[in-house]
C-alpha cells in the first residue's frame, strides 16, 4: 500500500512539475504585437511601395496610377511625413507602373515595368532611365554599399535579378533557384529573395552567387524587411502580413484579405518600430506599431 501511495505522490509531482514548465515556457514564448497608428488620407493611386529615408525622416510612395503592366506614363512617386501626411503628392512623374525603389546617396531608383529609373533626390527629375531588354515585370529594387543596384524581375518565365553596376544594367543572377523573384533587402555580402516561386526566402552571396534556402514563408512574397532581431517581416500581396525566421513557422501579424485590402511591398523603420504598408487597389498607406 505504501509503495502505491508513494507511486501516485511521485505522479502527481512530475504531472504538477509539467505543468509549471509549460506555464513558464508559455508565458515567455516570444509575442508580436501590432498597433494601428495612422492611415493616409484620399490621394494615393494605387500605391505599391514604401521607402523610408533616414536623413530626411521622408517616406517615398511609389504609385501605379494604372494596372501593373499599364505603361500609361501617369505613374508617379509621392513624399510623405512619418505620421502619414501627403507632403508632395507628385514628387516625381512620367512613370509607367512604378514598383520598388531604393535611395542611394543623392539619387532614387525606382522599377518601371522593364526599365530602372535614376531621379534626383533633390528636385525629383528622371536623369536616366536603363532598359532591360527581355524583362517582363521589374519590382523590388536594393541597393549594396558599393552602389550596385539590384532588381527583380517576377515574371515567371523571365525570372531574374538584374544590376546596374557602371552604368550597365544587365542580368546578374537566374537559374532554377530562383521563379517568380520579389522582394529584395541586401544584408552585407548577401542578397536576401522573396521567391514567391516556391514561398522561400533565399540568401545569395554577392561574392560568389552562392545561394541557400534561409526560411519558408510558404505563399507570395512581395515586401521583404528585417525586423532587427534576425528575423524578416513579410507581406503577401493578397493581404497577409507574417514574421518569418528560419527557426519556427510563420507568425500571421495580419491578415486583411477578407475585406479585399492588400499588403504590397511594405517598409519597416527598425528604431522606430514603424511597419508601414500600402494597400494597393485601397488607395492608402497604414502605418502600425510592430513590437516583436
Keep these: 500500500m505504501k509503495g502505491f501511495v508513494y507511486i501516485l505522490l511521485l505522479v502527481v509531482c512530475v504531472l504538477t512539475m509539467s505543468g509549471l514548465s509549460q506555464a513558464v515556457s508559455e ?6 504585437t501590432l498597433v494601428r497608428m495612422w492611415e493616409t488620407k484620399p490621394g494615393l493611386l494605387v500605391p505599391e511601395s514604401v521607402l523610408y529615408h533616414k536623413e530626411s525622416q521622408i517616406l517615398f510612395v511609389s504609385n501605379i496610377n494604372g494596372k501593373p503592366t499599364e505603361k500609361n506614363g501617369e505613374g508617379f512617386i509621392s513624399r510623405l511625413s512619418l505620421d502619414g501626411k ?3 503628392l507628385k514628387w516625381a512623374v512620367g512613370l509607367n507602373a512604378p514598383k520598388g525603389s531604393v535611395i542611394y546617396k543623392n539619387r532614387f531608383y525606382v522599377s518601371d515595368i522593364d526599365r530602372l529609373a535614376e531621379i534626383d533626390l533633390e528636385t525629383g527629375q528622371v536623369l536616366a532611365m536603363y532598359p ?3 524583362s517582363a515585370f521589374l ?3 536594393t541597393a549594396d554599399n558599393m552602389g550596385n543596384i539590384y532588381v527583380s524581375d517576377m515574371d515567371e518565365k523571365a525570372s531574374a535579378i ?3 553596376s557602371g552604368g550597365k544594367f544587365d542580368v546578374w543572377f537566374n537559374g532554377p533557384e530562383i521563379r517568380s523573384p520579389n522582394g529584395l533587402y541586401m544584408e552585407e555580402n ?3 529573395v522573396g521567391n514567391s516561386g516556391d514561398g522561400k526566402i533565399k540568401s545569395i ?3 560568389d552567387k552562392a545561394i541557400v534556402d534561409f526560411a519558408t514563408v510558404g505563399s507570395g512574397i512581395d515586401g521583404l524587411r528585417p525586423d532587427g532581431k534576425g528575423n524578416y517581416i513579410v507581406s503577401d500581396w493578397q493581404g497577409k502580413t507574417s514574421v518569418v525566421s528560419p527557426e519556427r513557422k510563420p507568425v500571421l501579424l495580419m491578415d486583411t484579405s477578407a475585406s479585399q485590402i492588400n499588403s504590397a511591398d511594405l517598409e519597416y523603420v527598425v528604431e522606430k518600430q514603424l511597419l508601414l504598408i500600402p494597400t494597393f ?3 492608402t498607406v497604414v502605418a502600425y506599431q510592430f513590437k516583436s
Design 27 to 32: 508565458s515567455t514564448e516570444k509575442k508580436e
Design 86 to 88: 501627403i507632403l508632395d
Design 132 to 134: 532591360a531588354p527581355g
Design 139 to 141: 519590382n523590388d529594387v
Design 162 to 164: 538584374w544590376r546596374l
Design 190 to 192: 548577401k542578397l536576401m
Design 205 to 207: 552571396r554577392i561574392s
Design 281 to 283: 487597389f485601397h488607395n
